[in-house]
């Protein structure tokens, strides 16, 4: 059986990841793929129970060095339980989320630093890669007031943070995209859901 695909969808909170998630999956079954759909945090049952751990609570539950330890820890199991035994048989794994949200979040804006990040998923994941990861790009001002809009009852710890941070953020993911042109695709999330599935398709052009 031929090695399956690894493909992350990675970008800010309210740019469209998990909606384009769905839609890409389906896109692929519909060609005859096998696909799964997973996340991060979570994606396995011991990364969603520490997906809890870190999602859930006050604000300032952990120190930024707790956080990155956690979400490296998550990683490790959601990548040996479930990414790479059905990449090994041949399936396509679409993540929301995997190791740049670590380095744009805990090593960019939260000033943990890319090395360190970079050595926690060595250690965690033997420094697994996707095989292309798929950047939503969507102005500031456009992906908070759908975040807010969908989350009425109050965002998660992540969520809640302020507009310079999610700037930060967003600042790092530019980088890292620009650092490494050969996996990453920057995708335009402005239009319709069905415009960003199309354009999507698009980047996954090669593999
Ligand atoms: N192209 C689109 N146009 C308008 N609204 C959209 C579009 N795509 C998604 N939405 C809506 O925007 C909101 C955020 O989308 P979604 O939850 O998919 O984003 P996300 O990137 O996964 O966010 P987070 O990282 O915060 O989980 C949802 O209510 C969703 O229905
Ligand atoms: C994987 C990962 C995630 N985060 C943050 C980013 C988001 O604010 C939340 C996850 O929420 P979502 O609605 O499921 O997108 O967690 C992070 O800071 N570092 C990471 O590695």
Redesign the pocket.
Known sequence: MARGRFISLEGG?GVGKSTQLRALAAALRARGHDVIET???GGSAGAEAIRSL??DGDAGRWTAGAEALL?AAARADHVAKTILPAVERGAWVLS??FLD??LA??GGADGIGEAAIRQLHQVGSDGLMPDRTLLLALPAEEAAARAAARDRDGA?R??GRDAAYHARVAAAFAALAAGDPARFRIVDATGTADDVTARLLAALEGL
């Open positions: 909170e996340r991060e945090p870190l999602l979400f929301d989320r949200s670590s979040y805990q998660d992540f969520g």
